[in-house]
């Protein structure tokens, strides 16, 4: 496990966040984790993905999911992460009363837990987070903690804000409502920023600052995990064609760009299988991309659970690559 250095020069002992008992378990939580998710999408990115490492790559509507980068983009310069929640400040473990600190080693606990069966976070829980004041984990300690189980040392942790005049983030004095950690393992360094940013129509339509941001962003990598259809949606098109216009590679889910969207930036490789959405989402989305499921020669095994379908004849992921034509 990595270090974190709260105060720029001393580490925390150890996790700072859990001990004794509590610790064991997110750290049990941790290895099943590895072992039923994290270790073969690791293994299946370095040969279905392919990244050589460094630069940048996006993730929108991400969450604190931290690790499914550092999964499935190994060894780059920077990860900048989109959501809509703000990251708040690393929990104080040292400063919060013993109630307090009760109730938040309880929620982290369970949350921690959670993610390490699912494999992705429940924006209903994100959103309790930021609203619950006992525990207040929030998204930057969640990121520590990703980082820190990856091995990595946490050497900076500061707010970052737009500068609109220059089109990029910079180190802020507050609030947290978006964040930068600086990485770092062995000789190299890596950054990840969480941005805080409303991603539907609504907002960017009147933000032209972060429309430009984003599309500088986005002529880079990007995954789509977990992303609840949004971008199916009449309602956020302008990251849609935000995306589809600029992309050098996608790695999504079902939930991510639309098929028929999907399929004129490059050749899809299908992984797994589609039939029909979660459950929880409108069953005709994305029927094109079951038609292209269905007619395929060429669909590969996912051996891994992603996102929300966990069953074999279910999960599925799909790789796109800008310019590439089917063979």
Do not use: C
Not at 6 to 31: H, M, R, T
């Amino acid at each position: 496990m990595g270090r974190f250095f709260p105060d720029g020069d001393k580490p925390a002992e150890g996790f700072p966040y859990l001990q004794g008992a509590s610790k064991a378990q997110a750290e049990q939580g941790w290895l099943l984790y590895q072992k039923n998710m994290g270790q073969p999408m690791a293994q299946w990115a370095r040969s279905e993905i392919r990244f050589p490492g460094g630069g940048t790559v996006l993730y929108p509507f991400s969450g604190p999911d931290l690790v499914t980068l550092l999964q499935l983009f190994p060894n780059a310069g920077r990860y900048v992460m989109v959501a809509n929640q703000f990251a708040g400040e690393p929990a104080a473990v040292g400063k919060m009363s013993a109630t307090r600190l009760q109730n938040f080693q309880a929620k982290f606990l369970r949350e921690w837990l959670k993610f390490t069966r699912l494999g992705f976070f429940r924006t209903d829980d994100l959103n309790d987070d930021q609203r619950d004041q006992r525990a207040q984990i929030g998204v930057t300690t969640i990121l520590i903690s990703f980082a820190l189980f990856a091995g990595y040392d946490v050497v900076d942790v500061h707010p970052i804000v737009l500068e609109p005049q220059a089109g990029h983030y910079v180190r802020a004095s507050g609030p947290w409502k978006s964040v930068r950690l600086v990485l770092r393992k062995g000789d190299a360094s890596t950054t990840v920023d969480y941005v805080s940013v409303d991603l539907s129509d609504g907002f960017l339509n009147q933000n032209q600052g972060a429309r430009e941001w984003l599309a500088n962003m986005s002529r880079n990598p990007i995954l789509l995990k977990a992303a609840s259809h949004l971008l199916q949606m009449p309602s956020f098109t302008v990251l849609r064609d935000i995306l589809a216009n600029n992309v050098t590679m996608v790695v999504q889910d079902e939930t991510g760009l639309d098929y028929s969207v999907l399929s004129r930036i490059g050749n899809v490789e299908l992984y797994g299988n589609f039939l029909y959405p979660h459950e929880l989402f409108n069953r005709n989305r994305q029927a094109s991309l079951a038609a292209a499921y269905k007619a395929s020669k060429t669909v590969k095994p996912l051996p891994f659970a992603f996102s929300y379908n966990k069953t074999n004849e279910r999960r599925a992921l799909q790789v796109v690559r800008r310019g590439t034509v089917a063979q």
